[in-house]
């Protein structure tokens, strides 16, 4: 694993509605928690993935848990869990909350040889979410299937949905019924984000399903991750 060294305290306080410096000062305790990421580098190598694919940008996302105090965050794919153990330690900060993670597990059926680097497919003998510390997960509600039949499930369940991330590989015309599954629990102040992979756009789903929300998407500098907060 490697640490992130610049986040975007811009995007931040676009999302969260706050000033860079809130979202500044957000940041920089994301930064103390120096012991997750020991443990989660610690867990990645003893899983023979010193290189995985994670998500680029923890620090922002326990950033925004920590100024939205989500009482229910959504997550669409959690592969080691790096994403759900930086959003578990922001909702343990804020003494409040329930991260709802959906996740289809991958095993990487290649032979070794063949492998190279093993992106999100689980190491042998572990199941999603395998690296997040046990500490955290008394607020996690993990959820395993395919998320076109999940997440309607889980939006009936709810209430409201605070946060939302989507951090699948995806084909636009396939995420947007998804988005509308779960944009019945949105209200004026929640927050949606989509990883659109190295493509550094903005994902076209999102730009629509911002459209009709009336918001505009803003970007993560340097990275195909975008989002919005509804008006």
Same mark, same amino acid.
């Given at each position: 694993m490697r640490p992130e060294t610049d986040p975007d305290a811009t995007w931040v306080s676009a999302l969260a509605g706050v000033s860079p410096a809130r979202a500044g000062r957000a940041l920089e305790e994301a930064r103390t928690e120096t012991r997750l990421f020991r443990e989660l580098d610690r867990q990645h190598r003893a899983g /023979? *993935?010193?290189f995985y694919i994670e998500i680029e940008a923890p620090l922002e996302l326990y950033a925004l848990v920590r100024l939205l105090r989500p009482r229910h965050a959504v997550e669409v794919g959690v592969s080691s869990g790096v994403s759900s153990a930086?959003?578990?330690t922001g909702l343990e900060r804020n /003494? *409040?909350?329930?991260?709802?993670s959906v996740d289809l597990p991958q095993e990487d059926r290649r032979p070794p040889s063949a492998r190279g680097n093993p992106s999100w497919s689980l190491p042998a003998g572990r199941s999603s979410g395998w690296a997040v510390p046990f500490a955290l997960r008394k607020r996690w509600d993990l959820r395993l299937g395919d998320k076109r039949e999940v997440l309607p499930l889980l939006a009936d369940e709810l209430d409201t949905i605070d946060l939302f991330l989507y951090d699948v590989p995806h084909s636009d015309p396939g995420?947007?019924?998804e988005f509308r599954a779960?944009?019945?629990r949105f209200h004026p102040g929640s927050?949606?984000?989509v990883d659109h992979g190295g493509t550094q756009e903005i994902c076209p789903s999102l730009r629509r399903w911002a459209r009709a929300r009336h918001a505009a998407p803003v970007r993560r500098s340097g990275l195909g991750l975008s989002g919005f907060r509804c008006p």
């Open positions: /023979g *993935r010193p930086y959003l578990l /003494g *409040r909350g329930t991260l709802h995420s947007y019924p779960v944009d019945r927050v949606a984000m």
